[in-house]
């Protein structure tokens, strides 16, 4: 899955967030393509968002039985 602008403004909406010119650049540009040969799903942009603009810094994939998965740094 790639984010939209579109996407992302549904995601500002359903989490009562505004998000600045500066973050929804650096989120398109990070979402806006799939990072060859991992794919994206809805779950990994939502929980690499909101570290993002709890942390100013996206989660770190970690390899987990062979495929790309979040991984939070002290955050829970």
């Not at 602008?5 to 967030?17: I, V």
């Not at 809805?42 to 979040?70: M, T």
Request: proline share 5%.
């Amino acid at each position: 899955m790639t984010l939209t602008k579109k996407d992302l403004r549904n995601w500002e909406n359903s989490a009562f967030t505004l998000l600045a010119s500066e973050q929804e650049h650096a989120i398109l540009e990070r979402f806006g393509t799939e990072p060859y040969p991992h794919v994206w799903s809805e779950k990994e942009i939502a929980v690499q968002i909101e570290n993002y603009l709890r942390h100013g810094e996206f989660v770190k994939p970690v390899k987990v039985n062979g495929s790309c998965q979040p991984r939070s740094e002290g955050t829970f």
